[in-house]
T-cell receptor, first 111, second 117 residues
Framework: QQQVKQSPQSLIVQKGGISIINCAYE??????FPWYQQFPGKGPALLIA?????SEKKEGRFTISFNKSAKQFSLHIMDSQPGDSATYFC??????????FGSGTRLQVQP | DARVTQTPRHKVTEMGQEVTMRCQPI?????VFWYRQTMMQGLELLAY????????DSGMPKDRFSAEMPDATLATLKIQPSEPRDSAVYFC???????????????FGPGTRLTVT
């Protein structure tokens, strides 16, 4: 069953713009919400993560916003750069510490 | 620079053949995961191990897939017999989990691209 829904499937943003990717989950059995970044031909790599007791976390140009009541969390990329062009996955971590991934968002930042 | 290694990086085989993929987790990591990535299904968890013991393999087709950790430095994923629908990129990842509720990072290998004709 799909426990996390990610949108949009693809996103085109101009250089300098803001990229926003959203995820919604279905139950409360998760205690850690990471985002992974994947470049073509590479494995996913952890970008940024948040725990549910925090509503926002910022690392450089990347920010996670978390809304526990709405069961939603989102990734914001400020001042998007062509080098940010990649596929982004939200994920949930279960009590047994395994990841469930969203379907992915392919981001293209145009120069 | 510690990293997860996977071999082979690419594998082309004919339907019905056995395929074995290998993974060397990062030294000291106690948890190893196998994922499969396809355009249609995205990233799917196949199986994972903690301290070499299988914790969950419910994502794996049991009749043809098997996963093992012969020792702490080697994880294997075997498909026998392989089918065209098994064509995908298979990722291994490892992490160090210290306990329930622990926050940890999964480090992914570069993947094995499998094509079954």
């Amino acid at each position: 069953q799909q426990q996390v829904k990610q949108s949009p499937q693809s996103l085109i943003v101009q250089k300098g713009g803001i990229s926003i990717i959203n995820c919604a989950y279905e139950n409360t059995a998760f205690d850690y919400f990471p985002w992974y970044q994947q470049f073509p031909g590479k494995g996913p790599a952890l970008l940024i993560a948040i725990r549910p007791d925090v509503s926002e976390k910022k690392e450089g140009r990347f920010t996670i916003s978390f809304n526990k009541s709405a069961k939603q969390f989102s990734l914001h990329i400020m001042d998007s750069q062509p080098g940010d062009s990649a596929t982004y996955f939200c994920a949930l971590i279960t009590g047994r510490r395994a990841l469930t991934f969203g379907s992915g968002t392919r981001l293209q930042v145009q120069p | 620079d510690a990293r997860v290694t996977q071999t082979p990086r690419h594998k082309v085989t004919e339907m019905g053949q056995e395929v074995t993929m290998r993974c060397q987790p990062i030294l000291g990591h106690n948890t190893v995961f196998w994922y499969r990535q396809t355009m249609m299904q995205g990233l799917e968890l196949l199986a994972y191990f903690r301290n070499r013991a299988p914790l969950d393999d419910s994502g794996m087709p049991k009749d043809r897939f098997s996963a093992e950790m012969p020792d702490a430095t080697l994880a294997t994923l075997k498909i026998q017999p392989s089918e065209p629908r098994d064509s995908a990129v298979y990722f291994c990842a490892s992490g160090l989990v210290l306990g329930q509720g622990d926050i940890y990072e999964q480090y992914f290998g570069p993947g094995t691209r499998l094509t079954v004709t």
